[in-house]
């Protein structure tokens, strides 16, 4: 799709449109390295202590392909829906730079992998359809450190090579961006299917997922585009979101003086909240390429295409929606619950035990999630884990044990794990629903309260809640609560 | 064919070699006198011919996705002409 | 029994070793001496590995206590390996400054192979600066004098590896061959020289120039030796990607099957200007003798034998040009301590490597360069189709071809001081290359009293035929092999 397809957008009252096109480098989930058998657990490795003659780049040494990182990123091209040609090649990207052990780069140039996918999400109810120009194939650098932290300042660098040769996949994206909303989404959405797919962790952070743009602007209605700026730097979805907001305004000040733009790189400072620029794109690298002679080239067929396509599994959106149409749940849930693939297995699952749709979806958006977060453990990999968790919904859904208990054993067992139905029978957490019982402690409670009595019966609604309150503390938190409620009204209706 | 000393100095300097004048001039007329002479590639018709990259003719050589062993830092840094405990070290990186 | 040894064939000396007429540490022992006392005129070793060499040889004597007629065929054996093939901890200089230091942490494939047979590397020879040249005068270490006559070159770029061998050190060494730098050597130094079908070969474990023309092959006294040592080092690698998953064919099949019957191409164009009336007169004898031998000789033409020149001097650069790249001072080798990454560069590279070198990564790098890159890299990618397509076409006519290696005999050194003049050398020898074909220089005469070579050119895979037509011709050519002054004179 090409950008004058998409329709245009006007930045609010000035005659101008931003036009965004993103570049993502992920890094792909296998086991070793992309031409050599080096791991790919690197993070966090003594610095070059994962190397080899080959990634180290040493006189002699031959890359040798990683075939899961082929199978990888087709199957990535083909969940962007990109096409795959029955014919691919390596090139090899020439240029110097401390962290490119061979002084060059094995990537792919004009032949690559896979071309014309996309990626369909929404913004604020609107749909976006941008286009995916290619997702190719090519190997990572190694990282430098600065001494001093600022390379313009350091004297000196230090060059680790751990990470140098981790496959890499680079996907780029049509400027059919026209919103730094848009792009944020873009890359939100790109993650989830990268990991839904399982080819990439989806860290920003770790920088295994990293994001560069160009932008431009131009008048609205223009089929041209304007001078374009690379935006480098942006580590996380707010990082683009607020860089690119601030590089749309920034272009736009300039044109509106009635100045030029120079076409360059700009790195986004995050403690700053600027875009500074880093050198201009004019003094372009030469970068020569030409077809990698130590790799032969790679012809994929159609059955090794449909055989990767197998593998593909069910995709966010089209998750989101069955959700909605199996499990009646509405858009926003759904949503939630497919964000990762991860929670939209546990919820399956719980929702497969017997548990009601409705009823998992609410714990799992809301108490799970929130625990979820606190201890950095998704509920699959919890001590609770998802049998425990459905166990205890399957207890509140039977009326075994009330809401407030169910909470709280939640909240008990969700790290450190346990049986929740052995716990409630030793510890007697047992719901209250004998209404004989419970009639007892009501009617001690009214007896106890008669300035909230009056309260209520006089018309203030909320006085019940503190009955119910006391009831349930009388009963040492396991009356059944919706019985308390219609016994309570019951006996002060009168 | 006639290369000039600029042409020179911005190939010397896309491969990174330090040359001096004398060089520079000194290697401004060999390459020219090279590239004047490969000019005879141009009367080899080509136009219904492919070009080779492989002279093989092998199609998807690869290996399975299984890590080895490293050969560990210190044999990675014994070449090290510059070093900082386990990093390679280089001089400013001037952008 | 001093030097008995000298100037004796890898296959004599194997069967010396079996029946107990000599063992590996004498064997060593020899060939230690007679480096020692030739190498001050011929300057073919930079790296002298002793130590190693005793250590390899005690095993190998061992092994073939244990083992008798089973162990390997060079077990024991003396070899010299070019300077261009990694031995793990052994200082591999590629001939060049710039990387003097160096020391892989690895051994390379074929050189494992070789190990692996219980071979006794006696050292590293030198050669033309990462094997860029045809006569041996781009060292960094000094030229290598021919054994023949020390004031003439012994070809290039694996002339160190060609040396050895004519000066009777080793029976036979490993070189490298891009665009003729075992061929034209052999053919100069009166020794055998064989480069394999590409992809026949790993090239893990060599210092790369040209990636899509580097084959490692052989130099040797006698063809049959060539052949062991083919045998030892063929067949695929995982660590190469380009190398054949194939089956090679065992040599010994048909080596002695002679040329009876077989069909036999005389390229025209491969008899050009500047062949020496001398090297055409000893090529003629040697295709007469083939004939005589009972194969038919046709003339078969190459039209495109003029532009392989050209077409080389695109490609070869363009891939040196990317695969020197990594040598930048910072993971090893020279490093030119300046205050910036950038000027480190410059002076590293530019102090660190020769001239001829610095001028092939020019003319590389502006051939890939932004605006020349369809004018030159791809149009000689091209090319290169149409001179492998001739090939093609008149092995369906011929089975073989034979033509002169070198144009020359042996020149003196500093003759050729224009590239191009030196690069002239090849000629005859690059569209091999080009087309990934297997080829051999052999023996055939001498011609003013230095050697000429005869060249095999077979199709690709075919290097048992290659080898079979070589051996046929060396077999009736004469009882005496070629023997260097070098070798006379120590076992006279």
């Given at each position: 799709m090409s950008a004058a397809a998409a329709p245009p957008r006007e930045i609010e009252g000035t005659g101008y449109e931003a036009v965004i096109g993103l570049e993502v480098h992920a890094q792909l989930l296998t086991r070793s390295k992309m031409f050599c058998s080096c791991s790919t657990a690197y993070f966090d490795s003594p610095p070059n202590s994962n190397t080899c003659p080959v990634c180290l780049g040493l006189p002699g040494t031959l890359p040798v392909m990683n075939r899961e990182a082929v199978e990888k990123t087709v199957l990535t091209a083909l969940a962007l829906g990109c096409e795959i040609p029955p014919f691919t090649k390596f090139d090899r990207k020439n240029y110097f730079y401390p962290d490119l052990p061979k002084g060059y780069q094995i990537s792919q140039y004009?032949?690559?992998?896979?071309r014309n996918g996309r990626l369909v999400f929404e913004v604020d109810g609107r749909e976006v359809r941008c286009g995916i120009t290619r997702v190719h194939l090519e190997e990572d650098t190694g990282t430098l450190k600065h001494a001093g932290d600022l390379i313009h300042e350091a004297t000196s660098s230090l060059v680790d090579l751990n990470r140098a040769g981790v496959p890499l996949m680079e996907i780029v994206g049509e400027p059919d961006l026209r919103t730094a909303e848009e792009a944020r989404e873009y890359v939100t959405r790109l993650r989830q299917v990268l990991m839904y797919i399982g080819?990439?962790?989806?860290s920003m952070e770790r920088g295994s997922l990293r994001c560069d743009a160009n932008v431009s602007l131009r008048r609205v209605g223009s089929t041209e585009y304007g001078t374009k700026v690379e935006i480098k730097n942006m580590n996380s979805f707010r990082a683009v979101h607020r860089a690119l907001e601030y590089e749309i305004a920034r272009q736009l000040q300039v044109l509106q003086d009635g100045g030029t733009l120079v076409q360059e790189t700009r790195g986004w400072i995050e403690t700053e909240n600027r875009t500074v620029s880093q050198r201009s794109k004019e003094q372009a690298h030469d970068y020569r390429y030409f077809p990698e002679p130590d790799l032969p080239p790679l012809e994929l067929d159609g059955q090794y295409v449909e055989r990767i396509r197998a593998r593909l599994p069910e995709l966010p959106d089209a998750r989101q929606r069955r959700f909605q149409s199996q499990y009646g749940l509405s858009a926003y849930d759904a949503a939630l619950l497919t964000a990762s693939r991860e929670e939209a297995d546990a919820f399956e699952a719980i929702a497969g035990s017997g548990v009601s749709a409705k009823l998992a979806a609410n714990w799992m958006i809301g108490d799970v999630a929130r625990l979820a977060n606190a201890h950095h453990l998704p509920v699959a990999r919890s001590g609770l884990g998802v049998t425990g968790l459905s166990a205890l919904l399957r207890l509140l859904e039977s009326g075994a044990v009330n809401g407030t208990t169910a909470k709280e054993l939640l909240d008990e067992l969700y790290a450190a794990g346990g049986d929740p139905e052995a716990l409630v029978r030793d510890r007697g957490l047992g719901q209250v629903s004998d209404e004989a019982a419970l009639a007892a402690i009501v009617d001690e409670v009214i007896a106890a309260n008669p300035q909230v009595v009056a309260d209520f019966q006089g018309?203030?609604?909320?006085a019940l809640g503190r009955l119910v309150g006391n009831v349930m503390k009388a009963s040492g938190g396991r009356a059944d609560a919706r019985l308390v409620n219609k016994l309570l009204r019951e006996r002060l209706a009168g | 064919m006639t290369l000039s000393r600029d042409d020179v100095a911005h190939v010397a300097m896309l491969a990174r070699l330090g040359l001096s004048d004398a060089e520079m001039e000194q290697y401004r007329t060999q390459l020219d006198a090279i590239l004047d002479a490969i000019g005879k590639l141009n009367e080899v018709d080509t136009s219904a011919v492919a070009e080779t990259a492989q002279v093989g003719g092998l199609v998807n050589v690869w290996r399975e996705d299984e890590p080895r062993e490293s050969i560990g830092a210190e044999r990675a840094l014994a070449n090290a002409p510059e070093r900082d405990g386990p990093y390679f070290r280089v001089a400013a990186i001037q952008e | 029994m001093a030097q008995g040894f000298v100037g004796r064939s890898a296959a004599e000396m194997a069967a010396a070793l079996r029946s107990g007429e000599v063992t590996a540490v004498e064997l060593l022992r020899q060939a230690i001496v007679q480096r020692d006392r030739v190498d001050g005129r011929v300057n073919a070793f930079l790296e002298r590995t002793d130590e190693l060499a005793e250590t390899q040889a005690r095993a190998a004597d061992e092994r073939i206590a244990r083992e008798?007629?089973?162990?390997?065929?060079?077990?024991g054996i003396p070899v010299a390996l070019k300077d261009v093939l990694c031995l793990q901890d052994v200082p591999s200089t590629a001939s060049s400054r710039i990387i003097r230091t160096f020391r892989p942490p690895y051994t390379g494939t074929a050189v494992q192979r070789l190990l692996d047979q219980g071979a006794v590397v006696v050292g590293k020879t030198n050669c033309d600066e990462f094997a860029m040249g045809s006569s041996n005068e781009n060292s960094a270490y000094g030229a290598v004098g021919n054994p023949w006559d020390v004031e003439r070159v012994p070809g290039g770029s694996s002339g160190g590896s060609a040396a050895a061998v004519a000066a009777g050190v080793v029976p036979y060494s490993l070189g490298s061959d891009t665009g003729g730098s075992i061929r034209q050597p052999a053919a100069l130094t009166g020794t055998v020289g064989f480069k394999p079908t590409y992809g026949r070969v790993s090239r893990y474990g060599l210092i790369a120039f040209a990636s899509s023309l580097d084959q490692i092959g052989p130099f040797a006294q006698t063809v049959e030796d060539a052949a062991h040592v083919y045998s030892a080092i063929a067949g695929h690698d995982p660590l190469d990607s380009t190398s054949s998953a194939s089956a090679v064919e065992d040599p010994f099949e048909t080596l002695r099957s002679g040329v009876e019957g077989m069909r036999l191409g005389v390229p025209r164009e491969y008899f050009v200007e500047g062949l020496e009336a001398g090297v055409r007169q000893r090529v003629d004898e040697a295709i007469e003798l083939l004939r005589s031998l009972g194969a038919s000789v046709e003339e078969v033409s190459l039209p495109s034998t003029d532009a392989g020149l050209a077409t080389y001097y695109i490609i070869a650069p363009a891939e040196c040009s990317s695969n020197l790249a990594r040598f930048d001072g910072v993971r090893f080798g020279m490093h030119a301590d300046e205050p910036s990454l950038l000027r480190s560069y410059l002076s590293t590279r530019g102090q660190g490597f020769g001239a001829e070198v610095k001028r092939r990564i020019m003319l590389g790098t502006y051939a890939l360069s932004s605006g020349y890159y369809d004018a030159y890299y791809r149009k000689a990618q091209k090319v290169r189709t149409v001179i492998a397509a001739e090939f093609d076409a008149v092995f369906e006519k011929v089975d073989a071809l034979v033509c002169p290696t070198s144009p020359t005999v042996a020149f003196t050194?500093?003759?050729?001081?224009?590239p191009i003049a030196m690069y002239l050398c090849d000629v005859l020898t690059i569209p091999v290359n080009l087309a990934g074909l297997p080829g051999i220089s052999v023996p055939c005469g001498l011609s003013d009293g230095l050697p000429v070579g005869l060249q095999v050119i077979g199709p690709r895979f075919q290097d048992a035929r290659v080898l079979r037509v070589a051996h046929a011709y060396e077999q009736a050519s004469g009882a005496a092999r070629l023997r260097s002054p070098m070798v006379a004179e120590a076992a006279p």
């Open positions: 004009d032949l690559p992998l896979s080819v990439n962790d989806g018309g203030k609604e909320q | - | 008798g007629v089973n162990a390997p065929q060079l077990c050194q500093g003759a050729r001081e224009d």
